[in-house]
């Protein structure tokens, strides 16, 4: 089946993509994989929109496919998804390195449209107990206006180089000597 995916994918007819949505579910994740690398090589729209559900794939390396897939493709379908899982429980249990992953592509898709809500998440309110959650997403927001890099970006670092938040204010300031526009 693998290779009956791989020809389809080869041959890159967009007509092919009635099946997918049900493969996308198959129990193996190497069909799965298979289908997503099919997937990659078709133009279509509904392709975006196929990759999008992948998100929520129980196998780490096909969500991390989809997710640099989207943002190679500069995919407005899954700009939502991503944003929406950032504030899901599921989102708290991921792997670091999947999290920068999504906030990579976040900021690689939206740029300058998602700039204000990257910025909210620079803001850790005071607590007496440290919200560790807050201060990773700050940390990950750092990462994706960098990224940006745009002047509302960089206007939103220098925001945060202020951050109460020790971890954020130093990332802030470290985004901003990266990008070459210093803290001022």
């Given at each position: 089946?693998?290779?009956?995916?791989?020809v389809?994918?080869?041959?890159?007819?967009?007509k092919?993509l009635?099946?997918?949505?049900?493969?996308?579910?198959?129990?193996?994740?190497?069909?799965?994989?298979?289908v997503?690398?099919?997937?990659?090589?078709?133009?279509?729209p509904k392709?975006?929109?196929l990759?999008?559900?992948?998100?929520?794939?129980?196998?780490?390396?096909?969500?991390?496919?989809?997710?640099?897939?989207?943002?190679?493709?500069k995919?407005?379908?899954g700009?939502?998804?991503?944003m929406?899982l950032?504030?899901?429980?599921?989102?708290?249990?991921?792997?670091?390195?999947?999290?920068?992953?999504?906030?990579?592509?976040?900021?690689?898709i939206g740029?300058?449209?998602v700039?204000?809500?990257?910025r909210?998440?620079?803001e850790?309110?005071?607590?007496?107990?440290?919200?560790?959650?807050?201060?990773?997403?700050?940390?990950?927001?750092a990462?994706?206006?960098?990224?940006i890099?745009?002047?509302?970006?960089v206007?939103?670092?220098?925001e945060?180089s202020?951050?109460?938040?020790?971890?954020i204010?130093?990332?802030?300031a470290?985004?901003?000597?990266?990008l070459?526009?210093?803290?001022?």
């Amino acid at each position: 089946m693998r290779n009956l995916i791989y020809v389809v994918g080869k041959i890159g007819d967009p007509k092919a993509l009635k099946s997918f949505p049900r493969l996308l579910q198959h129990k193996d994740p190497k069909i799965r994989k298979e289908v997503l690398h099919a997937l990659d090589m078709i133009e279509s729209p509904k392709t975006n929109d196929l990759l999008a559900k992948v998100l929520s794939d129980p196998d780490l390396s096909n969500r991390l496919f989809a997710v640099r897939a989207l943002a190679k493709r500069k995919a407005q379908e899954g700009l939502e998804p991503m944003m929406n899982l950032l504030t899901s429980k599921e989102f708290d249990e991921k792997e670091m390195h999947e999290k920068k992953e999504i906030f990579d592509a976040i900021a690689k898709i939206g740029g300058d449209k998602v700039v204000p809500r990257l910025r909210r998440l620079l803001e850790v309110k005071w607590s007496l107990f440290k919200n560790a959650r807050a201060e990773e997403m700050g940390l990950c927001a750092a990462f994706a206006l960098q990224r940006i890099g745009s002047p509302p970006a960089v206007e939103a670092l220098r925001e945060g180089s202020s951050s109460k938040s020790k971890p954020i204010s130093e990332a802030c300031a470290k985004a901003l000597e990266l990008l070459g526009t210093g803290k001022t």
